[in-house]
């Protein structure tokens, strides 16, 4: 289990490369919003013109994608926790669950089930 949340975050970690140059370009950027920003409050510029401009600098584009990004990883991790510990114990959580989650069950953790001539059925193994 510690294996694979390891090899989640390290893909993480990757991807938090990736997204280092947007959080750069947020920091470089954010001082220019604020002075448009502050302009407006001044009245040296019209809100149409700090629309276009804020809109140029383009820091919500940003915001939006390292928020997203930043909501998939917990999302993520949080569904993957989950998995983890209902895999622990396989046989605990096939008997705690109704007929629709066995069937569910079964898909997951095999690749079908094999009928033998003397029809006898058998699970065919996902390692198989």
Request: proline share 2%; aromatic share 6%.
């Amino acid at each position: 289990m510690a294996q694979v949340e390891a090899a989640f975050d390290e893909r993480l970690a990757s991807q938090s490369s990736e997204l280092a140059e947007p959080s750069a370009n947020r920091k470089r950027l954010e001082p220019e919003s604020d002075k448009l920003l502050a302009a407006h409050f001044a009245d040296a510029i019209d809100l149409d013109t700090l629309k276009r401009h804020q809109d140029r600098i383009g820091l919500a584009d940003i915001d939006r994608r390292l928020t997203n990004e930043h909501g998939q990883y917990e999302g993520s991790r949080a569904y993957l926790g989950t998995a983890l510990s209902l895999l622990v114990d396989c046989a605990a959580m096939y008997q705690w669950v109704d007929d629709h989650g066995k069937c569910l069950a079964n898909q997951t953790f095999t690749k079908g089930i094999e009928i033998t001539e003397d029809y006898e059925a058998a699970l065919r193994a996902l390692t198989e």
